[in-house]
């Protein structure tokens, strides 16, 4: 169980490549935290350091009110789980596991009650006799786990530990991963590139990019309040459809117009933009941003109030729990009349739809908009203008719609 902080961290690689810039972080005791963000923005460095496999270039980090960055990693009372496992292969599991606590002569009989209790709580039991390579990949996870887990760290340290699985497999170990420190009640820090694992694990997020902290945070608030448009774009899948537009009208009554739409947004909507004078009816240009699953082309949705839009679809991607249309709004599949190449021929929507969807490829159809989830960010900034409203979050606002009147209880 331990707390931390990072204090303006740097790292500086003797290339000369930053890697990590100005990283702030107080980390609580037995938090999930997870670093997330696409290759090479820094997130394995930023654990390397904490885990002193790297040195810090500038800035401090403490752990439970110690500065440790001189501290030697065996000291710091970390275990850390790679991607790759890093078992010894002549070992058995057995001897795996116990490795780390013989260096530090631990005695036998207590290596072997942690051994076997860890082994008991990750379900390696029967194997602790094989080697790695008659394991499964899961199973070697399970035992590099296994490894940290004996040594009853303040801080466990997880890179891309389940990167080498197949996807089935991956969701499994999440929730092992989950349980397990809902279990130990320790405080584990994990990075990944996969946006779910972040989203699915982590009690908070930080968001990297270029070795930038973007936005550290609840996921459902990363979901409901990306700080800006990177964060918006890879939170959620599919990514979030976005549109270069114009806020117009008058105060009472904005609209958002991109290319020949003009969607009329909430009132409640307006009273979040935090500076309305500079875009309204300016040539301050906005970037207005709506999740694939906020766009409907259920009847009930369409008879709603909520704002449509005509478009025409060119793939559909009928996924079974749901449906993927790839559509084009007008104003683009006008441009794209005189487009010869696959490639160039850009679907700009994408609505995640109700997998009974009638919609057909090639279809033109409307799409209702539940605009009361919608972002808006600065066009040059790429930053937010909308202040948080709490009231604005889930739940979604769906169309009421009327009870059926032919259902009858089974029994009168
Ligand atoms: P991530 O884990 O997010 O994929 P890394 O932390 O591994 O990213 O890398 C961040 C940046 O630092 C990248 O540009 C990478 O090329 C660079 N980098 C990583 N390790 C080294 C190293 N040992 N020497 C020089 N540059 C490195």
């Known amino acids: 169980m331990a707390s931390l902080q ?25 938090e999930f935290i997870v670093f997330v963000g696409p290759s090479g923005c820094g997130k394995s460095t930023t654990l390397r350091m904490i885990a002193g496999l790297e040195e810090i270039s500038a800035g401090e980090l403490w752990i439970d009110g110690e500065l440790v960055n001189n501290r030697a990693p065996k000291d710091r009372n970390i275990a850390m789980v790679f991607q790759n496992y890093a078992l010894y292969p002549h070992m058995t599991l057995y001897d795996n596991m116990a490795f780390g606590l013989k260096l530090r002569k631990v005695p036998k009989d207590i290596i072997d009650q942690k051994v076997k209790e860890a082994a008991r709580i990750l379900g390696i039991e029967q194997y602790l006799s094989r080697k790695p390579k008659a394991l499964s990949g899961g199973q070697r996870q399970r035992v590099s786990l296994g490894r940290a887990l004996v040594r009853e760290p303040k801080v466990f340290l997880l890179d891309e530990p389940l990167s080498n699985l197949d996807a089935k497999l991956r969701s499994q170990m999440r929730t092992e991963i989950t349980k ?28 990297m990019k270029d070795g930038f902290m973007q936005q550290v945070d609840t996921p459902i608030n990363l979901y409901d309040y990306p700080i800006n448009q990177f964060v918006a774009g890879f939170i959620g899948t599919p990514q979030m459809n976005f549109f270069t537009a114009k806020l117009t009208g008058t105060p009472d009554k904005v609209y958002v117009e991109f290319g020949t739409d003009k969607v009329l947004l909430p009132a409640k909507k307006v009273a979040a933009i935090k500076d309305l004078d500079a875009y309204l009816n300016t040539d301050k240009e906005v970037t207005f ?45 006008h441009d794209a009349e005189s487009i010869d190449s696959i490639v160039d021929d850009v679907s700009n929507l994408v609505a995640k739809v109700d997998s009974r969807s009638y919609t057909k490829t090639g279809d033109t159809i409307e799409v209702a908009l539940d605009v009361i989830h919608c972002h808006l960010f600065d066009k040059e900034t790429e930053m937010t203008i909308l202040n948080r409203d709490l009231s604005i979050a889930a739940p979604s606002q769906l169309p009421v719609t009327e009870a059926p009147e032919t259902i009858k209880p089974i029994k009168e």
């Open 6 to 30: 990072l204090k303006n961290v740097y790292k500086v690689y003797p290339s000369g490549v930053t890697a990590v810039t100005d990283f702030n972080l107080d980390i609580e005791d037995k």
């Open 180 to 207: 397990l420190h809902n279990r130990l009640a320790t405080t584990f820090i994990y990075v990944t590139h996969d946006q779910v694992e972040a989203m699915t694990m982590g009690t908070r997020i930080v968001v």
């Open 289 to 333: 941003g709506i999740r694939p699953e906020d766009i409907h082309d259920e009847p009930a949705w369409l008879k709603s109030k909520n704002p449509k839009l005509t478009v025409k679809v060119d793939v559909i991607e009928a996924l079974g729990s749901e449906t993927l249309l790839y559509c084009k709004t007008m104003a683009a599949a």
